[in-house]
């Protein structure tokens, strides 16, 4: 392992050791919120409510959406609090004064937000094998869906933490802008659902398509075909990445 | 062939404005490898400035900073492996223990399971051993400190910024750390220090800058900033009733529980002068002292100049 990489590794497993470290909070508790969303709906609507899939229940259809929306939300926090946080305590001196390269500091804040985002998504699936089965039509679409869509919110998450300065600016970037956007995005309905405007203001949203592009590598079929999916995603995925990077090599709000 | 060796930080008409605001003005020095260097000046004067910026936590408006010859802005990561840096900051990361802390930042700079044992040695040197799994946030102030310490030296650079290092800490650390410098720098690490402790500098340092208002006041051997200015101080306990006679009132620093002392300057006022005319004004002498002018005396007297400028 030549310097580089280990410097890479190092930050990589940092940022492991550093959600691990209150794993209640990071991992257990978004896992016990979604199952409660679960509960509430799937008890309350359950009946009323219909998948529009020919053989999904609306419980099966439920739970995607849910898994898929805790991994946004999660790989958003992970990503933006480390670095409100190392900002605000002054600690980000430590990597700022390291020989680290903005590929490294990208490629790690990333990958340990992706190893959060598959261990929530693999606790709730394990969790609602208790309430309900699921099939897995197209692995690979799942996994690209996963990876670009935890990617994504990663990436996102970078922007916001470098781009906030207090604490307040992450919460409100959270509740203004990524649990909107995730709560309409076709997380508890069908978008076919909705009244034309709402249906056309959703196909606008990326989070929609990650939602949509998961729930397609469950049933196999979807309110959008997958390659659309899958360019929305990775579109998605190259601009805020690209912001992230950038913001990550000129030192935004950093490198005084 | 030139056989001048490399200078273990080359400082090369560096400015940093913030706005109207002209941080540094082009500011050029040179550290030689080996050298125990004091960097000093007031409050405001660029030294954390400089110093941000040869770290990497600041960019520099225009100019050139490398360190042992590597650019810190085009070679930044041979530059930053070279260079460790103790910040002013007292920081810390709350979700580690100390010996993580260390090994993390270890990693950072491409060290491995090698320097583990450094790191051990460090910890006993600092007076860290018995913390060494304490989290971070359990420290006491000191004991952070210490951590600071190890985390600059832990990839064993060749070059050492302290930027007040001793800022707020007890006397035992002080002579902890001074003690453990010292055996550095013996073996050949360069060390730059910044402090306020003017007697820490003194003591420490074989050559010093002076920055005043983002500018080099001095750059000299301590010997020779020391003999620079051409005055001593003569301090006086007077008989009672007795005083001054007029013209060496103007020479007055100070006057505390009947003890006087002047600042002679040599060339204007030489001391048997100032003897003929206390004996011509009748004045009774009970004591007498002289002090020659230390570090403070001589960075007060720059600074002031800087001031009046």
Redesign the interface.
Known sequence: MNPNQRGFYTLLKKEVMRFWAVLGQTVSAPVITALLYLLVFAQALQGRMVSGYEGISYTQFLVPGLVMMTVIQNAFANTSSSLIQSKVMGNIVFTLMAPLGPVEWFGAYILAALVRAALVAAAMLTVTLLFVRLPVAQPLALLAVFLLSAGSLAALGIVAGLWAQKFDQIAAFTNFIVTPLSFLSGVFYSVHSLPSFWYTASHLNPFFYMIDGFRYGFFGHADVAIHISLLWIAGFFVLVSGIAYWMLHTGYRMRK | MNNTPIDALKIDAVQKSYGALQALKGVSFNIRQGEFFGLLGPNGAGKSTLI?II?????ATSGHISVLGHDTVTD??????K?G?V?Q?L??????NVV?MLR??A??????EEVWPWIDEMLERLDLANKRNSMMRMLSGGMKRRVLIA?ALVHKPPVVILDEPTAGVDVELRRTLWAFMRDLHVKGTTVVLTTHYLEEAQEMCGRIAILDKGEVRALETTSALLGRNPFRFLRLKLGEGAALPEGLRELITSEKEGVIELKLETAKHPINGVFTALRNAGVVIEDVHTREPDLEDIFIELTRAGSAA
């Open positions: 941000n770290a990497g936590l600041s960019r930044f990561r041979t530059a930053r492996r260079l840096v910040p900051e920081v810390f990361d709350p979700f580690f993580d993390i930042q990693g950072y700079y491409g060290c491995g985390q």
